[in-house]
């Protein structure tokens, strides 16, 4: 474990998250701009998209931008799904909102090109991350300047990975100590392993606003000055 000043900790100018909201998938909604979510996994076809730029094959895509397509796909074969053409008797590729970029055509055409390799949705050049299917929100407070930030953050997150999320808010973050009820923090845990449980069940069964509710993380100052 690398260590900077009084904190050891990981590099964050090589560090990569590993999950994602889908609230932050769904920011990534253009064209230019093109994230995708299935299967768990978080997929950037932004470099796919500038590639086929103005191809009519790319509209469908385009269109579920931001979104989770999960359905798109058979989760045995991690393939898209498949039906027998009512037409033709054949197997294919089950494509409501029209053929897309890498499906072939419903019958042979002499214009069909594929050797593009393996298709967009096959292995993993494409993915950026896992996706959060579960999502908790906490209150981070700087002791030093009072300052608060409520954060949504993924539940299988270390506190590692929620101190990068932290860091548009202040660049020093890891020149602080992090602390719940005066229990300094394992960073390289999760909030529940760090005893922060997720109490939206009990909330629910008691029919009240989870939101009145939210953990807060206290920050204390260390005096090293790091700067991420």
Do not use: C
């Not at 086929?52 to 397509?69: M, S, T």
């Not at 606003?209 to 206290?218: G, H, N, Q, R, W």
């Amino acid at each position: 474990m690398r260590r900077r000043g009084l904190v050891a900790g990981p590099d964050f100018e090589y560090f990569r998250r590993r999950y994602f909201t889908p609230g932050e998938v769904a920011q990534h909604n253009r064209a230019e701009d093109l994230w995708v979510s299935y299967l768990g996994s978080v997929y950037d076809l932004t470099p796919l998209a500038q590639e086929y730029k103005g191809d009519l094959l790319l509209k469908p895509i385009v269109e579920v931008a931001g979104q989770d397509i999960s359905h798109w796909f058979d989760p045995k074969t991690r393939d898209i799904r498949k039906h027998i053409d009512p037409l033709t008797g054949a197997l294919k590729y089950r494509t409501p909102r029209g053929r897309f970029l890498h499906i072939p055509p419903p019958l042979p055409r002499s214009d069909w090109v594929n050797d593009f390799g393996k298709p967009w949705w096959q292995g993993s050049r494409y993915q950026v991350g896992r996706l959060s299917q579960k999502t908790r929100h906490i209150r981070i407070i700087n002791t030093l300047t009072s300052q608060e930030h409520t954060l949504e953050v993924g539940a299988p997150e270390s506190m590692w990975e929620i101190l990068h999320r932290y860091l548009p808010y202040n660049a020093h973050a890891a020149s602080y100590t992090w602390k719940y009820e005066g229990k300094e923090l394992k960073m390289d845990s999760t909030l529940e392993e760090n005893g922060i449980g997720d109490e939206d069940e009990e909330f629910d069964l008691l029919d009240m606003d989870s939101e009145l509710y939210t953990p807060a993380l206290l920050l204390y100052f260390n005096d090293d000055l790091t700067e991420l």
